[in-house]
């Protein structure tokens, strides 16, 4: 049961694709209360108890445990290029939670701009959740079964908030990417190194360097003076080529995408009616109203430059919008450094002095220097102050783009995943976790991140496998890879300077192509479970408490995932570590992958296991009664995949028909009921 709660006048996020009536009754759980706007901040406070053994699970993108509680996070989305587990808001604002206990219900908070979750942080025993202007709408859910109430929650909220995105079936194929990939030799090499080491490879994703002087849909002639024919190229060879598109428009004379958006007034303006300029990778560039259904129109409309050139996947960066600075906080810092000029610094003044030059990143001052018009049904147009819908910002880049798409290319799925993103988002393309570390506990991290982000609707979702920033270790690249194996979108991704970490480059790449190739085994199965979960507005990743719910040692596992109906993981996530302790919530049979073959099959019972897990295999667990299909060979890309016969692990009993949804991997016209196939074993 959803319940709706209205305060104040509620922004329209577009979030929810249901519409539910405004509940009369007193709010269940918790209580709210609001202050008049005009009186001070923090005017809106969701309180609630929480009792020391309840779960608070939920906000998606976010730091910490898959259980939240004991920490406060901030949706906000932040450009974080050194995200750590103390940092309070990441790319993402996904304002969904779920209270588990003796009572067990969701809240979902709808509201567009910076919110605070203060989940017995500053209290033990209390949630808050604080905005800035009581304008809000607040779904409270409850569960409408017995069982499962947790699983039966999610389905509810994202039933809500509507259907997820879908990817083609060749983006479930293992992706390379790196911020330094510049000229069509340089990803040549990429791909042959590939194909000669027998490591499969479906996509090579084209970062900035690409485009001619980091402008948006352009090409740059000197790198790529074929790009049309390079794209294809790379096709005979199975490999989709993925460019990057940034937020910020170059400003130049000349340059049609500028020249335009000015012309029709498509981009923000400051407070006086000029346009807002500030620093990102083009330098001074222009910020397209992604929240003017026009500009949204005309910006998704430039995508049609490069799918005509044979692309047919983005990925949207820079869209919280990160900002290096706007010429409001460049002048300021100029000034300040001015102020110092001549003086005899002490130690404390010096500091002061030399932190000037990079408060201009990303400053909070600068998202309330520009505005958006909104357009009205009536026609008429609301002007809006950024930092008050500022979490909406990098999801309408992202909406831009797949409702231009539809246009472009009718009934064709094209990959699209964001950096920014609010629930909402979830409907027109996936999201990447963001730059993390070459670090162990960033593969943590991201693993207990996958269940949240399912919660709130991202299901095509997976980190930087390698890590992004920092030097990368083979040991760690390929327990990533092992994680990453499961993650729908897998993706190896670093930054420019670090540590080449494609999987050929280290020693033994014959290890890399048994553990990516697992993934292509696996495939079917995975993009099975993927699709009945966007299709059921179910979970892909779930935590084990949401289907062991009255387990209690279940409630507790947070390095373990459910993946699908059947298979449960359990990465190992240290350094040095050979095996792990591994909880098991039933019994279960464990799976080893090592060297291109299924080499163990042991039923295990229920409980704790210490299972060893040598860098080069690859362990999962299937539920006992239960089996899931493999394919019998390797392929060294998703059109390669053979469908027409499989081998199976688990131990159903001989005979049990085994069903996988399959469909053309294209049409965006999907069903169950038409794509479910039985299998021969
Ligand atoms: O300021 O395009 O998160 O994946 O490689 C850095 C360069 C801009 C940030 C993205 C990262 C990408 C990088 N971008």
């Known amino acids: 049961m959803i319940k709706k709660f209205t305060f104040g006048k509620p922004f329209n996020t577009f979030s929810c694709v249901l519409s539910v009536a405004e509940c009369a009754e007193e709010i269940p759980f918790g209580t709210v209360e609001t202050t008049a706007p005009a009186k001070s901040e923090n005017s809106f406070a969701y309180t609630c108890a929480l009792k020391p053994e309840d779960i608070v699970f939920g906000l998606g993108e976010s730091v910490r445990g898959i259980n939240k509680r004991g920490f406060k996070y901030v949706s906000n989305c932040s450009d974080v290029p050194n995200q750590s587990e103390d940092c309070e808001s990441l790319y993402g604002a996904h304002n969904f939670i779920v209270i588990s206990g003796e009572k067990t219900f969701g809240l979902y908070f709808d509201y567009p701009a910076r919110i605070e979750f203060d989940i017995g942080f500053t209290q033990e025993d209390t949630l808050t959740v604080r905005a800035d202007t009581a304008d809000i709408a607040l779904y409270v859910i409850t569960p409408d079964k017995s069982a499962h109430v947790l699983d039966d929650i999610v389905t509810q909220f994202r039933t809500l908030v509507g ?49 001619d002087n980091f402008k948006d849909f352009t090409v740059s002639e000197e790198k790529f003076p074929a790009f049309k024919s390079f794209v294809s190229e790379m096709k005979t060879q199975h490999v989709r080529l993925v460019p990057i598109i940034d937020a910020g428009v170059k400003v130049e004379k000349g340059y049609s995408v500028c020249d335009e958006g000015e012309a029709k007034g498509f981009f923000c303006k400051k407070e006086d009616g000029s346009y807002f300029t500030g620093g990102v990778w083009p330098g001074n560039s222009r910020f397209p109203d992604f929240l003017n259904e026009d500009a949204r129109a005309w910006f998704g409309a430039q995508y049609k430059k490069l799918i005509d050139l044979g692309i047919e996947g983005f990925w949207n960066d820079m869209n919280e919008p990160a900002l290096f600075y706007s010429t409001e906080s460049l002048a300021d810092s100029f000034k300040k450094m001015e102020s110092f000029k001549g003086k005899n610094l002490d130690i404390q003044s010096f500091f002061e002095f030399a932190d000037i030059s990079r408060s201009s990143f990303n400053k909070a001052s600068d998202y309330r220097l520009f505005f958006h018009q909104i357009k009205n049904d009536d026609g008429s147009v609301t002007k809006v102050r950024h930092d008050k819908v500022h979490n909406l910002f990098g999801y309408n880049m992202t909406r831009a783009a797949a409702e231009a798409f539809d246009k472009i290319t009718p009934g064709k799925r094209m990959l699209l995943f964001s950096r920014a993103s609010f629930i909402g988002a979830h409907r027109y393309g996936g999201i990447w976790t963001g730059d993390n570390g070459s670090r162990w506990d960033h593969l943590l991290m991201g693993i207990k991140m996958m269940p949240s982000l399912n919660m709130c609707g991202f299901l095509y979702t997976g980190t930087d496998i390698g890590g992004f920033g920092g030097n990368t270790s083979r ?201 479910t196939i039985a299998i021969k074993q």
């Not at 083609?168 to 194909?195: H, L, M």
């Not at 239960?626 to 499989?646: G, M, Q, R, W």
């Open 163 to 211: 259907r997820s995105y879908i990817a083609p079936f060749w983006a479930f194929g293992y992706q390379q990417s790196r911020w330094g990939y510049r000229t069509e030799d340089d990803i040549r090499s990429v791909v042959k190194k590939y194909r000669e080491s027998n490591i499969p490879l479906d996509a090579v994703y084209l970062d900035i360097d690409y485009m």
């Open 475 to 675: 040991d760690l690249l390929l327990r990533w890879l092992a994680f990453g194996d499961f993650t729908p979108l897998m993706r190896n991704h670093s930054a420019a300077g670090t540590r080449e970490q494609e999987c050929w480059r280290f020693d033994h790449p014959e290890d890399f192509a048994s553990v990516v190739g697992l993934r292509y085994r696996l495939i079917p199965y995975l993009y099975s479970e993927f699709m009945k979960a966007a299709l059921n507005n179910t979970m892909y990743f779930r935590p084990l408490s949401f289907e062991y719910e009255d387990d209690k040692r279940a409630r507790s596992v947070e390095d373990e995932l459910l993946v699908g109906n059947d298979l449960l993981i359990a990465p190992v996530h240290e350094q040095n570590a050979v095996g792990r302790m591994v909880y098991l919530p039933q019994d279960m049979t464990l799976v080893r992958y090592h060297g291109n073959a299924v080499t163990e099959q042991t039923p295990l019972a229920k409980g704790d296991h210490y299972v060893s897990v040598p860098l080069e295999d690859v362990v999962f667990f299937v539920k006992k009664g239960h089996s899931v299909p493999l394919c019998k060979k390797n392929a060294s890309c998703t059109e390669a995949i053979d469908y027409s016969s499989f081998d199976v692990v688990g131990d159903a009993p001989k005979g049990t028909a085994i069903t996988l949804y399959h469909d053309d991997g294209f049409a965006t016209d999907v069903s169950l009921e038409k794509g």
